[in-house]
């Protein structure tokens, strides 16, 4: 249901654009986000979406922005002003808005921030 794409390395102080192709998911009906997961940390929310409402980490705040594409189904994050500790694999997630158990997540892609 959901494919990244959009990772790769990055010196501090860049940018990255990443792309969620979420063909199959109705947007009105999910809560779709961005988290991400390294070796040595919980997966942790990074940002969501809904209905043009969106919530940012407080790591993220001011530097990332969250945002979709309803008919395209495509669900984006640009990340400005890289920092090494952004370094992680990054998801994309549905959530349906009501029923928890329909819940989807993308492969992954590997986003490194360094020099």
């Known amino acids: 249901h959901l494919v990244e794409s959009g990772g790769g390395l990055v010196q501090p102080g860049g940018s990255l654009r990443l792309s969620c192709d979420a063909s199959g998911v109705t947007f009105d009906n999910f809560v779709m986000a961005w988290y991400r997961q390294t070796p040595e940390t919980q997966r942790e929310l990074v940002a969501d979406?809904?209905?043009?409402?969106?919530n940012y980490a407080d790591s993220v705040k001011g530097r990332f922005t969250i945002s979709g594409d309803h008919a395209k189904k495509m669900l984006y994050l640009q990340m400005n002003n890289l920092k090494p500790e952004d370094t992680a694999v990054y998801f994309c997630?549905?959530?349906?808005?009501?029923?928890?158990?329909?819940?989807?997540w993308g492969q992954g892609t590997q986003v490194t921030v360094s020099s």
């Open positions: 979406f809904f209905t043009g409402t969106t």
């Open positions: 997630n549905a959530r349906h808005r009501l029923l928890d158990q329909y819940t989807y």
